[in-house]
């Protein structure tokens, strides 16, 4: 698992909404030739339509609230698992309860170049 994490794709962010910080994270992975230039647009899209904010809680109420942004794999150019800390909480709605929001500290923008293996590559993530 250690090679879907690269330097060049781990980012700390002083984004404060869920847009600023995933068009900031886009961005960068758009210039290092990771993403398409499409990549936000779908990201952003999927994110409304189907959230990826989980809550931590029930495995220990000390641990942060993450989210796992991710789109098809026709919207990237690599398989790679993207960490990004969040100096300041920002709002994502909950995967188990779209209605739901549910402040995190932590992403984990998924980039899979290869259909076949995201179910897996979510499942290990997790």
Do not use: C, W
């Amino acid at each position: 698992m250690t090679q879907l994490f690269s330097k060049d794709s781990v980012f700390v962010s002083n984004a404060d909404s869920k847009e600023a910080v995933l068009t900031e994270v886009s961005e960068a992975l758009l210039k290092a030739g990771y993403v398409k230039d499409n990549f936000l647009e779908h990201v952003l899209d999927r994110e409304k339509n189907y959230p990826t904010a989980l809550s931590l809680s029930n495995i220990s109420e000390t641990y942060p609230n993450v989210a796992v942004p991710h789109t098809e794999p026709e919207f990237v150019n690599t398989t790679k698992i993207v960490p990004v800390k969040l100096t300041n909480p920002i709002v994502f709605q909950n995967m188990s309860s779209p209605h739901k929001d549910l402040p995190v500290e932590f992403l984990f923008v998924i980039l899979n170049g290869t259909k076949a293996n995201q179910v897996h590559l979510l499942s290990d993530l997790i």
